[in-house]
């Protein structure tokens, strides 16, 4: 028994060296550290303790039941949230070690930073071309931007399809040519992360599997979190998996982080919470 003791705390010493040492170096690659204590809408408490990194160059899917507060965590990352009536903040979302929320920080500087494409596609009315290029007019870009729109509609897989066409409106875009457009125009000013709350939820499976694939490309050269319903989309793209439930103790939903880990790791060994959420499938 003694041995059988030696052996446990060995391998109890062993995990945690082993996880203190993945902690390091997940802390020295972090593009964002994102600490929220507490979300408020006016009086209601939306998210609570949700402490989780977003590591440069990877992929990080944010999924959970409906509720759970996982576009309101996403949309705090660029200060999209000030947008909304009543909301405030608890905590800290660190950018290189800025705390965004400062009071000296430019909520337009940060989601230049840090960029955004939405659930639903959202081109603007107006060219292929000035869509790309709204965001590098608005930031007042100097450079070339016929070329930079080339680039960013290269990047997201659409050149070849609207080459000929860049003075139609975006509006004629089917919807996964809209969405990619969107994408278009959110990388066209080179943020360093894309933020991407549910882009797939209102495409066809073919347009999904070609943003899926896009996502794919896009992470050799942006740092990418991801809020997805679909469980399976998030085993096939998220490097990283942070899994959200819901607290409804309280009287009221209060979305929260469970856990945040290797995506493989997440669904083969999920928490108790989350495999209860799954087989109820509350995840749709």
């Excluded at 060296?17 to 939306?46: K, M, P, W």
């Excluded at 319903?229 to 439930?245: E, G, L, Y």
Aim: proline share 4%; hydrophobic share 40%; with cysteine.
């Amino acid at each position: 028994m003694a041995h059988a003791m030696a052996t446990t705390t060995a391998e109890r010493s062993r995990r945690e060296a082993t996880n203190g040492t993945t902690a390091a170096a997940a802390a020295s690659t972090a593009v964002i550290d994102c600490r929220l204590e507490q979300v408020h809408y006016g009086g209601f408490l939306a998210v609570r303790d949700s402490h989780l990194q977003i590591q440069k160059g990877r992929i990080t899917g944010f999924i959970g039941p409906s509720g759970c507060g996982k576009s309101t965590v996403l949309r705090s990352l660029n200060r999209m949230n000030d947008l909304i009536r009543g909301f405030r903040l608890q905590g800290q979302v660190r950018f290189h070690g800025t705390d965004v929320y400062a009071r000296h920080v430019d909520p337009v500087a940060v989601r230049r930073h840090i960029g955004m494409v939405f659930q639903q596609p959202n081109p603007f009315s107006m060219s292929i071309f000035d869509n790309v290029a709204f965001g590098l007019r608005l930031n007042r870009f100097k450079g070339n931007i016929p070329e930079r729109v080339e680039r960013a509609l290269r990047q997201a897989a659409l050149w070849d399809e609207v080459k000929d066409k860049l003075k139609h409106s975006g509006l004629s875009l089917s919807g996964g040519q809209q969405q990619r457009l969107c994408i278009a125009r959110a990388v066209a000013t080179e943020p360093a992360v894309l933020l991407m709350d549910e882009p797939c939820s209102a495409l066809d499976p073919i347009a999904t599997r070609r943003i899926e694939e896009l996502m794919l490309q896009l992470k050799q050269q942006y740092t990418i979190a991801i809020v997805t319903h679909n469980m399976q989309q998030a085993q096939r793209v998220a490097d990283v998996t942070a899994f959200f439930s819901v607290d409804i103790t309280r009287g009221s939903r209060t979305g929260y982080l469970v856990e945040v880990g290797p995506t493989q790791q997440v669904f083969e060994s999920p928490a108790e919470t989350m495999t209860k959420e799954y087989v109820s499938g509350h995840f749709s």
